[in-house]
């Protein structure tokens, strides 16, 4: 194990700041996906034909919106986002401006996985909704929420694996993070020890993200 301490000695510092870029873009991200996302689902799935706040225009403009985002491949996506982010945050380079690009993403990947989540709902509790008089508020916070709490956490676990392989391209815009660490220091140099040593923390993020959502999720499914 002599060169896993090697290894944590000489670059030990610049992996755990890395790291630490990598859960602050998680992190803003998530938050744009719960705060962002989740409503622009809901939005989808409320709006859509037959749905109980029926709105084409919206529900049209709603799903192009989460269309083009997750059609475009990330890394164009982030270059073709670099003069709106210099706009946003006055800069194209650095960790806070890598992480707008993330947040796009973010938001058009939850907001999917919101609508589908919704749409395995049971088609009569919207009817006994519409059937009691409940306003679109009430219907969504009092039904519709908690029957999908536990699915929505599922999905938020999925986007945010997701999000964290997206992360790992940031560096190409000077985000840092465990993947921009593993490609220059690792790969770049061909030192394979640290670049194995980096996948393999990644590999345990994720399943560490992974089974806290899938306990998480199991505690709120009260079906």
């Known amino acids: 194990m002599n060169w896993l301490t090697d290894l944590l000695s000489q670059y030990g510092e610049d992996m755990a700041r890395s790291l630490v870029e990598t859960g602050y873009m998680m992190l ?3 938050l744009a996906a719960v705060l962002i996302g989740l409503p622009l689902g809901m939005t989808v799935y409320l709006t859509e034909r037959g749905g109980i706040a029926e709105n084409r225009v919206v529900n049209t403009i709603a799903n192009l919106y989460i269309n083009v985002v997750r059609s475009f491949p990330f890394l164009l996506l982030v270059v073709f986002l670099i003069p709106f982010t210099r706009m946003v945050m006055g800069t ?7 992480t ?3 947040c796009f993403v973010a938001v058009a990947i939850y907001a999917r996985l919101t609508e589908q989540i919704l749409r395995e709902i049971p088609p009569g509790i919207p009817l006994v909704a519409r059937a009691l008089g409940a306003t679109v508020p009430e219907a969504v916070f009092r039904m519709l929420l908690p029957e999908a709490r536990s699915g929505l956490v599922y999905a938020l676990t999925s986007a945010s694996i997701s999000l964290l392989s997206y992360s790992t391209v940031l560096g190409v815009v000077g985000g840092g993070g465990i993947g921009d660490f593993a490609m220059r220091y690792g790969y770049q140099v061909y030192n394979d020890s640290l670049m194995y040593l980096t996948i393999v923390i990644i590999i345990v993020c994720v399943l560490a993200i992974q089974a806290i959502g899938h306990r998480t999720s199991v505690r709120l499914d009260h079906r």
């Open 28 to 30: 803003v991200s998530l």
């Open 100 to 102: 707008l690009p993330l």
């Open 92 to 98: 194209s380079f650095g960790t806070q401006a890598a």
